[in-house]
């Protein structure tokens, strides 16, 4: 089943099951996916029954989309997880690196990445997305898919010239009982991603979620981005470094990862035979459309705007 949060011609938010060609409405009471991922299976499999028996029925291509999740808790996501990474890592942890983006960063599939010129270099990062249906807590890895509701695709909008003007280089002070004032100082680099990965539209979404009874392997999976119809890169969730089982695992024994939650598992990296690599299309300069597609998922389109 695919479920979408859709915007109505009045403005207001409604839930939708997808299908190919036509949308049907739940009813009122679940106004965006958040409602139907928090809803007891009766309650979900009563919504869905009446909206295919009697919901309004809408074309897909009329379908005004919001992100699927449009206030998640968290939208948790997992730096340098692909196979291709270790080989570039100077030096870095054996266990999953996470930072957050903020719910105000997602954008719906068809709308606007929004870049300013003073942004600098800006890429898009194709992820397989992860939509979490219950409430975990040091989860085992061998249970932790049992707290998955289902995908969704990403795109982790990145900045790099913003990174650069966020990173400090400096003396970082560390005990050292041998030291005559009991300190020494280490000299070290820090970024921290508030901009450069969280700014407004840096996180478009959708279009809608999949449930995960629909995606049996989500480590099977191939993932193409493009851009203005040229591939960009070509490659598959197999090259995952760390499992979306490892990382649920890992992730709960720190944050608990509530229902709604969204988890970027990684980019796909590799190029594509048509040349290029995601990071070398600089939104900022180029424009155009963005187009991520990942088998049994669907495709999240989006074109930049400048503000």
Known sequence: MRFATIERTNG????????????????DGFTDVARVVAASEGDRAAAVGQALRTGRRLPVAELSWL????RPGKVLCVALNNSANPDR??????????FLKPA??????????????DDGRVHPEPELAVVIGRSATDVDRADALSHVFGYTVLNDI??????????????AIHPDPQAADGVRTVESWVSYPGRYKGSDTFAPMGPWVVTADEVPDPHALRITCSHDGRTVTDDTTAHLRFDVAQVIAFASRYLTLEPGDVIGM???????????????????????????????VGTLANTVEWR
């Open 12 to 27: 207001t938010a409604a839930v939708v099951a997808v299908s190919d060609t036509e949308a049907a409405v739940l009813p």
């Open 67 to 70: 992100p699927p999740v449009p």
């Open 89 to 98: 890592i100077l030096s870095g942890p054996d266990t999953p690196a996470l």
């Open 104 to 117: 105000t960063a997602l954008v719906g599939h068809g709308r606007a990445i929004r870049l300013r010129k």
């Open 158 to 171: 990145t900045a790099p010239g913003l990174r650069a003007e966020d990173t400090f280089h400096y003396g």
């Open 266 to 296: 990684g980019t796909a990296l590799r190029r594509s035979a048509t040349g290029g690599a995601v990071q070398n299309l600089d939104l900022n300069r180029l424009g155009g459309r963005v187009e991520i597609t990942i088998d049994r």
